[in-house]
C-alpha cells in the first residue's frame, strides 16, 4: 500500500550495505518530504557519478579523469602502494600520510572465492614496474587471504628489480585498512619492513 | 582525493537518517562496483519516485495516484485514522489489522517547535467529516506533544457529529506508532477507548 514506485525505490535501497527495511524506509520518507533540498540533489549527484566516473585503468581506483588524478599527478613520489579496495585507498588518502600512487586489486587471492592472481589485475601491476618505481608497499589486511595474497605478490616482485614492503606495524590482527585511525597508519607506514 | 563527483555524492549521502560518511562511502563503492545491477536502477527508481510520486491532497500519504488508492479505495471502511507521519501509517498498512483510510498530520502541536492547529492540516481532516465518516482514530505517539495534540483533536471534533477514540493499549509510554510490532498494533486497535 506504498504504491509501487515507493515500494520499488525501498526495495533498492534496503539492500545497500548497512540497510535494512526500516532504514531504507526512513531515508525515502525524508528524500520525499525535502525533493528540493535532498532528492533532485541525489539524483543529480548519482547520475554525475554514473556517467562520468570510471575505474582508472592505470591503478583500479575511480576517478572521473582517466588515468586518474593521482597517477596523472607528477609530484606522486615513485612508490606504489597496493591495496585491496578502493575504500582502503580512500583511508590512506585521508590519512594525508602517504604521497605515492596506488594500486586497487579489488579482491584478495582466496581458494575459497577462487580468486586467482588474473582476476586480482597482477599482471598490470608488474606492467608498471618499468624502473622508474622505487618501491611497492602492500598494504593489506591481516587476515589469512591478506597475508596470502602479500606473500604471493612479494615472490612475484621479486625478480622486478623493486624493493617490496609491507605496513608492519599498527595493522590489527584480523583487521582492515579502511578503519585504521591517521596515527596508526602513518605508524605502520613509518615502520614498514622488508616483505619476505 | 576521491574526485569532486564521488565527493560530492558521499556528502549527499552522509547527509540521509542513519548514515554518516563511513556509511556512506561504503553505500557509494558498492553503487560504483555494480552500476547495471545496482546504481543504474537505483537512479531510475528515485526518478521514477520523483517524477510521479506526491502528497495525497486528501489524506496526506504518498502515491503516484491522486487521489491516493487508499483514499480511492472504495472497499476501505468509513473510518480515519490520524497518524503523525507517513511511516506511521505504512507500519499499520504492514500490520494489515486496520481497513479504514487516515490522516496524516505531518506532525504534533508543539508550543516549543511552534506548531499550531493550521501547519497539521486539521482543517482539512474535519472538512472530510462530511457524515459518512463513522470514527476518527487517533493513532498518535504516548509523548507529550502525541497526547497533547490528541487532546486538542478530541475537542476540536467533539462537534463533528463523529465517534472518536484512540489506540488505548500496548503504545509504550514515550514509544512510537512506527516501530509496534502486528500482534501489539492489533492489540491496541481492538481495546480503542473513547477519547477525552
Ligand atoms: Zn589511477
Ligand atoms: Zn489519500
Given at each position: 500500500m506504498m504504491g509501487p514506485e515507493i515500494e520499488r525505490l525501498v526495495g533498492l535501497m534496503a539492500r545497500l550495505p548497512g540497510l535494512g527495511p526500516r532504514s531504507a524506509r526512513r531515508i525515502v520518507l525524508r528524500l520525499m518530504a525535502e525533493r528540493e533540498q535532498r532528492l533532485l540533489p541525489l539524483i543529480a549527484a548519482l547520475d554525475a557519478a554514473c556517467q562520468r566516473v570510471a575505474v582508472c585503468p592505470t591503478c583500479g581506483g575511480l576517478d572521473s579523469q582517466q588515468p586518474c588524478m593521482i597517477c596523472a599527478d607528477?609530484?606522486?613520489?615513485p612508490l606504489i602502494c597496493v591495496v585491496e579496495t578502493v575504500a582502503d585507498q580512500w583511508a590512506l588518502e585521508r590519512a594525508a600520510v602517504y604521497r605515492g600512487r596506488y594500486h586497487v586489486l579489488g579482491g584478495l587471492l582466496s581458494a575459497i572465492a577462487g580468486h586467482g592472481p588474473e582476476d586480482l589485475g597482477i599482471d598490470r601491476l608488474v606492467a608498471r614496474l618499468d624502473g622508474s618505481v622505487r618501491e611497492v608497499i602492500l598494504a593489506l589486511p591481516a587476515t589469512v587471504d591478506g597475508q596470502a595474497t602479500a606473500h604471493y605478490l612479494t615472490e612475484r616482485l621479486a625478480t622486478c628489480g623493486v624493493s617490496v614492503t609491507r605496513l608492519a606495524q599498527g595493522v590489527p590482527v584480523g583487521g582492515s585498512i579502511e578503519i585504521l585511525d591517521e596515527g596508526t597508519l602513518a605508524l605502520a607506514l613509518s615502520a614498514r619492513r622488508a616483505a619476505g
Open positions: 607528477a609530484a606522486r613520489e
